[in-house]
């Protein structure tokens, strides 16, 4: 079956050029002049107007995912079909290996929760939190299975953190296979420390959760890793980042030509510790996540932007880790530190991203660039994810400029959490249509697809490096 997606502006990350699209299968077949596509035999979508874009790929997500005592509260099921709603037709989860178990049996488990649920394809990357002799020979045969990048922690003592002798030895070993190491970057000692201080101190409310975690700590642990990475020779991929201190030190590595890269969420560049984590009572627990929203009056979500310009930052993920307030978020009551650390925003990156476009923030063509193009290039997807070319996957969003869409429960809101870190938030655009690997999935009727169309992609190494 075939369709052609007919008259809109199809949008890379170098250009944007009117044409139409040929979808065969679940492939892009060709890419036409306007009005030169097959005139019999297509069905045709009608994208005048609107934008045409590779489908987003969010390359940092944690469905269901062990954590703080609870699990995160969106299933492979309930986050990819957000996901898809939002334009994501990709996502890129975690596997977690906690301190005892072996790395292979748990990437068999994530297999098991995703297989047959999934809306849109997804991958896989692999924490280490027990770096020895068997973890490290499972990163040869992880990269066999199309895992090529691996997030340790330098926080969470007793439940991720590495020493720094453990990430030396997994960085040797990245160097070696050609891994991409991903990093937590934050002094998990010295937040530690605070952390006890002040709740001795009675300071136990959401507030306290960034004061706690400052970015001096993010800086540190930044500086601590790109000196492992130069030591080792492998490629640094610093997850997460939200203080313009860390931003700095990347932007250091990378003008010393190293392959250091970093990673923002839509949560640091529109969200504060002043204005979020700082709000009334226990209402700050909902932004409470790690690396933390950061001060405004101190600049860090002003230069995040700036970085997403000039590259010193390459690409938005979400880090969609979502708990619901009651039950879960509400496990910090009186103690900040029990609250489990994470945001949901896997349905929303797109068009909070966009948004950045209508502000005047990046081009439109930066958009795709770091929502879709350099996701799938950093992370050995690209020519079947992050771009609309012929041979691609047809995993495609036509976006209307037009369109407007009011982000909140009981609006916009398919997450598996009981309220939304983004409400209220306004974006001068809209998903109208989304397609992955051929098949529709969103129109305007709302979602049409189905649990299990989604299929694991195993991926090649990066495409990104020097
Ligand atoms: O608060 C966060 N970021 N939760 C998810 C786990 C992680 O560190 O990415
Ligand atoms: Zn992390
Ligand atoms: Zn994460
Ligand atoms: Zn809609």
Known sequence: MSTLIQGGLVISATGSVPADVLVDGETIAAIFAPGRGPAEGPNVIDATGKYVIPGGVDAHTHMEMPFGGTFASDTFE???????????????????????????????????????????DYG?????????????????????EGVTSFKLFMAYKGVFLSDDGQILRAFQKGADNGAMMMMHAENGAMIDV????????????????????????????THRAIMIADLTGAPLYVVHVSAKQAVEQI??????????????????????????????GFEGAKWVCSTPL???????????????????????????????????????IGDFSKIPNGIGSVEHRMDLMYQGVVTGQITRERWVEITSTTPARMFGLYGRKGVIQPGAD????????????????????????????WEGFEIDGHVDLVMSRGSVIVDSSG????????????????????
């Open 251 to 280: 932007a250091a590595a990378r003008d010393r030509g190293l392959n250091v890269f970093g990673e923002t969420c839509p949560q640091y560049l529109y969200l504060s510790l002043e204005e979020q984590l700082g709000a009334p």
């Open 124 to 144: 896989f990357h692999q924490i280490l939190s027990d770096v020895q002799d068997e973890s490290l020979k499972a990163m040869d045969e992880l990269i066999a």
């Open 194 to 221: 605070l952390v006890q201080q002040a709740l001795a101190a009675g300071n136990t409310s959401p507030y306290f959760h960034g004061l706690t975690r400052p970015w001096q700590a993010e800086a540190e642990a």
């Open 394 to 421: 047809a995993d495609i969003v036509v976006y209307d400029p037009q369109g407007h869409t009011s982000i909140g429960v009981g609006r916009t809101h398919h997450m598996n959490m009981d309220y939304s870190a």
């Open 78 to 120: 309930t986050g990819t079909r957000a996901a898809a709603w939002g334009g994501t037709t990709t996502i890129v989860d975690f596997v977690v290996q906690y301190p005892e178990q072996r790395v292979l049996d748990q990437y068999q488990a994530w297999h098991a929760k995703a297989a047959g649920h999934c809306a849109i």
């Open 447 to 466: 979602y049409v697809g189905r649990a299990g169309h989604g299929r694991y992609v195993p991926r090649g190494l990066s495409q990104y490096l020097a």
């Open 294 to 332: 950061r001060s405004r009056a101190e600049g860090h979500q002003d230069h995040m932007w700036q970085s997403l310009r000039t590259n010193d930052i390459q690409m938005v993920s979400t880090d969609h880790c979502p708990f619901c307030m009651k039950d879960q978020k509400e496990m910090g």
